[in-house]
């Protein structure tokens, strides 16, 4: 199968579709990638050496001398960037980047369904869907790359790393386009239970709906008070344990942290829930306290074949840490 080339940080720098990736995937992910510029030829060349513009381009990011000793980057058609190289324009460089060392997430990922065209898992707490950040090797999408040997494998929509319950994975690139469009549209129905403190003068089933905003790069959404509704969600207190309420939560949309927000608005904040009411620091690796939200059930018809689908995951509120 042919290697898909991944564009990381470092494919932003320039424009340009590159041609077929010569690097195979490694720990489930595929080589980043840079192009350097386009120039007029008759122009003396911006930079001596290919050398010369990898440490312009990636200045302290990666250990450049390192893997350029190493034969770590490479041309499209597989030779290995040479340091003096001389300068050429519209090329494509292609590389491995030294992933750090992670802590493990605790909690075993089941399978609830495999076949040719999709996965779905029961995602434990504190488990990143995709890789992003500090959370690479211990990510959904890395894990079952490498289990099952699809490197094509792609989420049809994500989770919250903390959030737990089913997760929908498409095998192969061909397959997205039906499934992620699943989501895209609605056409899936979803349950969710949240695990929240009692309000005895609140009935249910009630339905919340609002105008939910997040603004890139803040870790909070807020609503916007008086703008079109964007966000809706049908509540019901569905039992009581430990003193609190679980609730059955069936978004209508799927704003970010939507779940989390509306039931914070209504004076019941999801237990240990770490941004809402309130911002509360938490190690990144301590995973004692998981959110009581869990994305429990799923049903949809399949895009492909028009069967019926329906997957419930096996874990219950409140979730325990896992050891």
Known sequence: MRSSCRIGDAGTYDAGVPPRCPLPSRHGLDAAWLR???????????????G?????????????????ADRRFVYDSGRPVGDDDPYLPHTFVWFHRDLRDEVPVPGA????????????????????TIPRGRHIRESVVVKLRAQLGLPELTPAH???????????????????GAYQTLFQQRRVEK???????????L??????????????????????DGAPVNAETELMLESRVDGHGVYRLLPRT???????????????PIVDDPLYPSITRTDPD?????????????????????????????RRLPLRSEQ
Not at 206 to 211: A, E, G, M, S, Y
């Open 109 to 128: 990922l089941p399978i609830l369904y495999h076949d040719d065209r999709i996965v779905v898992v029961d995602k434990p707490p504190f488990l990143a």
């Open 286 to 314: 301590d995973f004692s306290r998981p959110l009581q939200l869990l994305a429990s059930e799923l049903s949809f018809d399949d895009p492909v074949d028009g069967s019926p689908r329906h997957y419930a995951s096996a």
């Open 254 to 268: 799927g704003r970010t942290h939507q779940l989390r927000l509306h039931l914070a608005g209504l004076g019941l």
């Open 203 to 224: 009935v249910t089933p009630r339905t919340v709906h609002n105008h939910i905003q997040k603004t890139r790069g803040d870790w909070r959404a807020y609503v916007v």
């Open 191 to 201: 349950v969710y239970r949240a695990l929240a403190p009692v309000d005895e003068s």
């Open 52 to 68: 010369d513009w990898l440490r312009e381009r990636l200045p302290g990011r990666l250990d450049i001398e390192g893997m350029l």
């Open 36 to 50: 350097t510029p386009d120039r007029d030829r008759t122009a003396p060349a911006p930079w001596p050496t290919m």
């Open 158 to 176: 994500r989770l919250d790393r903390i959030t737990s319950g089913i997760l929908v994975l498409v095998a192969e690139r061909r397959w997205r």
